[in-house]
């Protein structure tokens, strides 16, 4: 948290974040992700590598789903939440075919 607030000192307009939430408590990650919301609210545009996906996705726009260093699949958070696979293998839950 301290090098995003060290960054975030600049006033910069881009925010380039990787795994934010690692190595945090629960709480302390949905502290981290209200504050990147209300930047995102306030104009700042982030990039970011993260694998808490419902973390991630409560704050992007877009998404990309990355195997094995390849780009599988992107879309808005709501399409990709409605996918079967996504649920399933990064979600916690299960697709809606059974």
């Known amino acids: ?19 934010p939430s ?7 990650v949905s502290d981290v992700f209200a504050r990147l919301r ?21 704050v992007a726009d877009r998404a990309y789903v990355l195997t094995e260093g390849r780009n599988r699949l992107d879309g808005t958070p709501e399409a990709l939440s409605a996918m079967d696979e996504i649920v399933e293998l990064y979600l916690g839950g299960r697709g809606r075919r059974q």
């Open 1 to 19: 948290m301290l090098a995003v607030a060290r960054a975030l000192l600049t006033d910069p307009k881009l925010l380039m974040l990787d795994e």
């Open 22 to 28: 690692a190595g945090l408590s629960p709480l302390m």
């Open 38 to 58: 209300e930047l995102v609210r306030q104009g700042v545009a982030i990039l970011m590598v993260e694998q808490n996906v419902k973390a991630a996705f409560s």
